[in-house]
């Protein structure tokens, strides 16, 4: 037995009241009856809302749907958007590192991109980690995205054109740049068989400073 309703967002027969009050609104759709401008709501619910309806009421549907319609546009999105295999022999390279290995290659803060790229929505704890990634790893991974590139010319392009693609989806989507990083992260994780998400957030973080991330470039 069904527990819900298909609810309207903006009402499908709107009373004169709630022409007035939804006026300036934002709609989903123009077509009121479609998928678009429905949300499941519990049946009291339901119908508090359709005899009782306030405008902050009708944005925060608003709001919550939108943030379903970028879920659902995310999840076709990595249907259709893979990443290289040969990303996965970037991530063991990673594990194989040694401190030693890591002071030597670290770079200079000079060289530090990061800065020029981030807005207010990344975050501080962010940009601390990512900087820090940036500093530490960005040297021995672009050393072993040569080395795939000498087995097979164009292959470490390729990935990152891939990368850059990635992101511009979820750039066209609205996404803000902490979300940009958590959903890349994912899917680098989705992509390499990585389990440990640091190691996911090191890769994130190299093509942050290489400009396929956070750039126009």
Known sequence: MRVFDVAHIYPLNATPHE?????????LSINIDCEENFIALCKECHKIYDTKKT???YRQLVEIKKTINKIKILSQTWDKQTLHKDISTVARDIEK???IDIKNTSLSFAALKLSEKKDETLGLLNEMKISQYILSFFTPIRDSLKKLEMEEKAKSLFICSQVKSYYTLLLMQGFNQNEIFENMCEWFMTNTGIKDRAKSEVLVSYFIQNCEIFSEC
């Open 55 to 57: 405008v902050e009421e």
């Open 97 to 99: 590192l040694s401190d």
């Open 19 to 27: 022409q007035i009050i939804l006026k300036h609104e934002v709609r």
